[in-house]
């Protein structure tokens, strides 16, 4: 039972252009999304979260939507930089339920110069 | 450096021989998770505690795994009789439950390979 899910394995964005990286989830307990990044042979890295309510939130370059009626949220990154090039995960929780984190299966991203 | 730290960062052993993992996690952070990793697939939940609680254990952690965190503090992750199939990226994470937010911080992970 895959509960969160990221359709797109890769995905392939010139430098400078904007990266986009979808998710979806299933379980309407959820109320706390988290994005992670990760580069090969380290564990994943912290980028940005989002409450269930509020709707966006903005870090810098990264800014990452939430559409509760859809159940899909959404990781915006504008520029995009080289150094970006990395596995992108979305993760879900119920704070309120007292579960534990889920993650999604990873997309890819490659920034091309 | 007052990250998560996991050792070692690599462990390559043979089927049957048992493992042991060490995690020390963030100081202040009062849980610590375990999740696996495998290539081409997100970190998959393996048990996670609360202070020295653990408080739910994955099916995907079978009677060959198993976790202490003693005091509270750093926890062990240990595979008896170890497969193939046991080869995986094993990750800690340990957090501040903190009003509506959760954030997991990640060790680099260990890289086991059973060969």
């Known amino acids: 039972d895959q509960q969160v899910k990221q359709n797109s394995p890769s995905l392939s964005v010139q430098e400078g252009r904007i990266s986009i990286l979808n998710c979806d989830y299933t379980?309407?307990?959820?109320?706390?999304f988290l994005w992670y990044k990760k580069y090969p042979a380290e564990g994943p890295t912290f980028l940005i979260s989002?409450?269930?309510?509020?709707d966006k939130n903005e870090d810098g370059r990264f800014t990452v939507f939430l559409n509760k009626s859809a159940k899909h949220l959404s990781l915006h990154i504008v520029p995009s930089q080289p150094g970006d090039s990395a596995v992108y995960f979305c993760?879900?929780?119920?704070?309120?339920?007292?579960?534990?984190?889920?993650f999604g299966q990873g997309t890819r991203l490659t920034i091309n110069p | 450096d007052t990250g998560v730290s996991q050792d070692p960062r690599h462990k390559i052993t043979k089927r049957g021989q048992n493992v042991t993992f060490r995690c020390d996690p963030i100081?202040?952070?009062?849980?610590l998770y375990w999740y696996r990793q495998t290539l081409g697939q997100g970190p998959e939940f393996l048990t996670y505690?609360?202070?020295?609680?653990?408080?739910?254990k994955s099916r995907l952690l079978s009677d060959r795994f198993s976790a202490e965190r003693p005091k509270g503090s750093f926890s062990t992750l240990e595979i008896q009789r170890t497969e193939q199939g046991d080869s995986a990226m094993y990750l800690c994470?340990?957090?501040?439950?903190?009003?509506?937010?959760?954030?997991?911080?990640f060790g680099s992970g260990t890289q086991l390979s059973v060969l």
């Open positions: 100081s202040e952070h009062n849980r």
């Open positions: 993760a879900a929780i119920s704070i309120q339920g007292a579960q534990k984190l889920v």
């Open positions: 505690f609360q202070n020295e609680a653990q408080l739910e």
């Open positions: 989002i409450s269930s309510i509020k």
């Open positions: 994470a340990s957090s501040l439950l903190r009003d509506r937010e959760e954030k997991l911080f």
């Open positions: 379980n309407s307990m959820f109320d706390y």
